[in-house]
């Protein structure tokens, strides 16, 4: 097994044994393609690294003789498009199969692969390509994104090659003919030309909830990181095939789609879908007998509204959820339905898992669970002294001894924000959580999300997650507004369900419901019915935006 050369131990018979006894031996010049892949496709070449499919009936299967070939011609048609060492390429490949293909390849020729979301507008990308001084952007043969990436070229001035995928366009590389012409055989690069450890191998724009995105830094060992990820929260298993629902653009694919699971020697998932229908996903773990699954808790919401009894699920052994809390009800009616437990975790984008409910522990729906084996982490209170068992603070993660591996180098160009977030040897996360009698964390929310009301400290999803138990609400967001009297009372927008109408009947009604299930100093003073709630392009809910409209 590929994991035998960096780790010592890989099984564990408890939670404190795998946490005191997880060690990862980092190589030189580590390079996942070469080490991990092509260390596969020589030994195994015929075993399956990833089965792929879309919502038009398309599929196709890869082994990793076949990952290893194409990344050698993607990697030489990237040195034919002029992209060398270093040089920053930005990937709009939704999910598509090439994004896989090129990611190898670029990490192959040592360049800094920049997954990006095809939603982004025209500015949004000018502001990236600038930010990052984008060489060139491969992407997807649809409109919208065509003409944003035109659009962005002119002014973006080291932005000068761009490349499609599917389709012929002028002024445009063709992808797929670019990758026909190259030859299969790539050497590894060596001398100044291979990559080192301390190199960027990866750069993640966050999404920015309260600001510009920041560019977030990974260097060659960050996919080591996720070994903890895969392997041990969740569960992957050698030659299974797990399946995490993300987009290719976010930082949720690099930790379920591609480094931990092949170091683990299971295949990936992969299902290329334009809108999200929950039955249709549930008919793709079916047939293609998904072993293990993660999704966030808003998937696991339209799950269980289906009738899973009517889906074969024999072939699903675990799942793991993460991205936000997950409410208790909805990992009561999974466990219900299918026997299996949904166990959660933590982590950012900066890092890989930092908290997780691992295979040894007993799982607390609505807990993020325990620190992972190399994560030393506590909770600091606004005075910067550690909490107390169910005190609220924030979470911190301890590096002046050595930092968890694939833990994040800082962000991109921007020293002084480092600084604010990671300094005197102490990163902090911004999210505020407390901590039960048995070590398990609670998230309560970001740090500027905690509502202060009457001398008492509120965090928004304990509230949201209480409204959400009622039928009546699709989805919400908790906020604080000023209040004379009480320095800040909670408020609740709200998206309500199909068959309910707003009014001041059902307003008190959510108002007594939340007093009811929680303690009643909780309950939302004001409640505004909405259409929508405004969002981060990566569908996180901007309670920034809700708190500036009043």
């Not at 599929?59 to 990344?71: D, N, P, W």
């Not at 009894?309 to 959820?321: I, M, P, R, T």
């Amino acid at each position: 097994m590929v994991l035998d050369k960096y780790l010592s131990q890989t099984e564990f018979q408890t939670y404190s044994d795998f946490r005191e006894n997880f060690k990862i031996h980092i190589p030189g010049n580590f390079n996942f393609a070469f080490d991990v892949v092509d260390d596969i496709a020589l030994r195994t070449p015929d075993k399956t690294s990833m089965v792929w499919c879309n919502d038009k009936g398309e599929a196709a299967t890869f082994t990793f003789g076949q990952m290893k070939r194409q990344s050698d011609k993607a990697a030489n048609f990237f040195l034919s498009a002029g992209i060398g060492k270093g040089d920053p390429v930005m990937l709009i490949l939704k999910r598509r199969y090439e994004f896989w293909f090129c990611a190898m390849a670029l990490h192959k020729i040592g360049a800094i692969t920049i997954p990006a979301t095809h939603l982004l507008s025209t500015k949004d990308l000018v502001y990236r390509n600038n930010a990052a001084d984008i060489k060139m952007i491969v992407c997807v043969p649809e409109a919208e994104v065509i003409q944003h990436v035109e659009e962005s070229q002119e002014k973006s001035p080291t932005f000068v090659v761009k490349a499609l995928v599917g389709e012929k366009r002028e002024g445009w590389l063709n992808f797929n003919e670019g990758m026909e012409q190259s030859s299969d055989s790539f050497v590894r690069p060596a001398g100044a030309l291979a990559s080192q450890n301390e190199d960027i191998m990866l750069l993640y724009f966050t999404s920015g909830t309260t600001g510009m995105p920041k560019m977030v830094n990974h260097n060659f060992i960050y996919p080591l990181g996720h070994i903890l990820t895969a392997k041990y929260w969740q569960n992957v298993q050698d030659d299974g095939l797990h399946f995490t629902v993300a987009d290719t653009g976010w930082a949720k694919s690099a930790w379920g789609k591609l480094y931990g699971q092949w170091l683990s020697g299971s295949a990936v998932m992969t299902y290329d879908y334009d809108k999200f229908v929950p039955k249709n996903l549930m008919e793709v773990i079916e047939k293609y007998k998904v072993t293990t699954f993660c999704a966030p808790p808003t998937i696991y919401r339209f799950l269980i509204k289906e009738d899973l009894s009517k889906f074969d699920l024999g072939a699903l052994k675990y799942c793991v959820v993460a991205g936000e809390p997950l409410n208790p009800e909805v990992y009561k009616q999974f466990l219900e339905e299918t026997g299996i437990r949904l166990m959660e975790g933590y982590g950012q984008t900066e890092c890989t898992v930092a908290l997780a409910t691992y295979p040894w522990m007993e799982p607390k729906p609505g807990s993020m669970g325990k620190p992972s084996p190399g994560y030393r982490i506590d909770l600091l209170d606004e005075t910067g002294n550690p909490c107390e068992v169910g005190d609220e603070g924030q979470i911190v993660i301890y590096t002046d001894q050595l930092p968890p591996v694939g833990m994040f180098n800082g962000y991109y160009r921007d020293e002084q924000l480092t600084q604010r977030v990671w300094r005197d040897g102490i990163y902090y996360t911004g999210d505020m959580a407390w901590r039960d009698e048995d070590g398990y964390y609670w998230f309560v929310g970001r740090a500027d999300d905690v509502i202060k009301s009457s001398g008492y400290r509120i965090g928004p999803f304990e509230v949201e997650s209480a409204l959400m138990e009622h039928p009546a609400v699709l989805e919400c967001a908790i906020t604080a507004v000023p209040d004379p009297d009480r320095g800040q009372v909670v408020k609740a927008t709200i998206i309500l369900a199909k068959n309910y109408q707003a009014s001041d009947e059902l307003a008190k009604e959510l108002q007594e419901h939340v007093k009811r299930v929680t303690a009643p100093y909780k309950y939302p003073r004001i409640i505004e019915f909405v259409t929508e709630l405004p969002k981060t392009i990566s569908g996180k809910i901007r309670r920034v935006e809700i708190r500036g409209q009043g």
